[in-house]
């Protein structure tokens, strides 16, 4: 039986590699991979997933509106698809999240979801959360705050360098900087920008 996987990280952690690593797995046994992005990251150009040690393939975009069930349902009819990979997965919808698991289980495909479990706020998107709940594995991809510690937060910094404590979950086309950090460096960051003594989270 096929399952449905989410790979978790804070930002940074080699997510794209490691989904590009997987789909170049397939591809090599002679299997057909579908890759998805969303939409709303176009730091290499639109369909487009890149790693930082210089793999890439072309993928689907998916907005909020996208049927991601029928759009793989009906890839498979033309060509027997053998494995979907889901990038930036966090921006995926609860009805999308579901489709994913239908297609798991109806039509017998594994769907490897990659994406941040929390944005800059500590909060879950909506996708990971969904994630969280219904998949039937959940793999933490780590990479490490500058203290050693595994990372777990993303702080996120505005165009004057200066950490942000509020704001949209997502900034398009903003030009924000984000660093991963452990909890202890989060919130030593964000009480330092608020002035506030360690205790007082
Ligand atoms: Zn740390």
Known sequence: MAQLY????AMNAGKSTSLLQSSY???E???RTLIFTAE???RFGKGKISSRIGLSADAFLFSQQTDIGELIRNENKQETVHCVLVDECQFLTK???KQLCK????DD???LCYGLRTDFRGELFSGSQYLLAWADKLVELKTICHCGRKASRALRFDNKGVVMCDGDQVDIGGNEKYVSVCRKHYTDAINEVKGKRKDSM
């Open 29 to 31: 046994r002679g299997m």
């Open 25 to 27: 797995n397939y591809n």
């Open 109 to 111: 495909i594994p769907v």
């Open 95 to 97: 009805e999308q999240v």
């Open 103 to 106: 297609v798991t289980d109806y």
């Open 6 to 9: 989410f790979y978790y990280s």
């Open 40 to 42: 709303i990251d176009t």
